[in-house]
Antibody, heavy 117, light 109 residues
Framework: QVQLKESGPGLVQPSETLSLTCTVS????????VHWVRQPPGKGLEWMGI???????DYNSALKSRLSISRDTSKSQVFLKMNSLQTEDTAIYYC???????????WGQGVMVTVSS | DIVLTQSPVLAVSLGQRATISCRAS??????????MHWYQQKPGQQPKLLIY???NLASGIPARFSGSGSGTDFTLTIDPVQADDIAAYYC????????FGAGTKLELK
């Protein structure tokens, strides 16, 4: 069955770089896109970016200068890197599978990231 | 960027109909294809796909959920509302890049 699982550090220092990994199973990264979505505590969902089945990427314009998404298809892993973290980047970070027409049909459980010194 | 506007809270009684709206700042439709999707999120859980392309029920979703709309105005309807439906509901467009609405929290009256 389709599964996505996020992993990464729970605590990051301000101004440092966040690195997260999404490990997928049950589908191929060369057949489906993977998106990153985040949710600050008590707030709504924010779309961050996508890596498409062909490997191209697209980012939220508000995060574009700080964000990078890449992948290793042989390991079925997608990576998120975001630099210059601030306290407002504290959030649950989800990876989710994108299918045709851009809907997001399977979601990981999310990983909580706190930005604090 | 396309902005999606949702009312923050909707209070409803069990057994009644709930109508949740989502308005886009520009059309999210291409010909007859409406690139608007709806998600449900319960506290402590990840979002779950409810409705895709405005009116198609996702797999395993009960028939009391339905969606409608085109262009810039979309609606998610729950009829009748059950206790298990108390959650936050988000619309998402995929017409131009991707954005989410701020969410509507469905509460009991």
């Amino acid at each position: 069955q389709v599964q996505l699982k996020e992993s990464g550090p729970g605590l990051v220092q301000p101004s440092e770089t966040l690195s997260l990994t999404c490990t997928v199973s049950g589908f191929s990264l060369t057949s489906n896109s993977v998106h990153w979505v985040r949710q600050p505590p008590g707030k709504g969902l924010e779309w961050m970016g996508i890596i498409r089945s062909g490997g191209s990427t697209d980012y939220n314009s508000a995060l574009k200068s700080r964000l990078s998404i890449s992948r290793d298809t042989s390991k079925s892993q997608v990576f998120l890197k975001m630099n210059s973290l601030q306290t407002e980047d504290t959030a649950i970070y989800y990876c989710t599978r994108g299918v045709y027409y851009g809907l997001l049909d399977y979601w990981g459980q999310g990983v909580m990231v706190t930005v604090s010194s | 960027d396309i902005v999606l506007t949702q009312s923050p809270v909707l209070a409803v009684s069990l057994g009644q109909r709930a109508t949740i709206s989502c308005r886009a700042s520009q059309s999210v439709s291409i010909s007859s294809i409406n690139l608007m999707h709806w998600y449900q999120q319960k506290p402590g859980q990840q979002p779950k796909l409810l409705i895709y392309r405005a009116s198609n029920l996702a797999s395993g979703i009960p028939a009391r959920f339905s969606g409608s709309g085109s262009g810039t105005d979309f609606t998610l309807t729950i009829d009748p509302v059950q206790a298990d439906d108390i959650a936050a509901y988000y619309c998402q467009q995929s017409r131009e890049s991707h954005t989410f609405g701020a969410g509507t929290k469905l509460e009991l009256k």
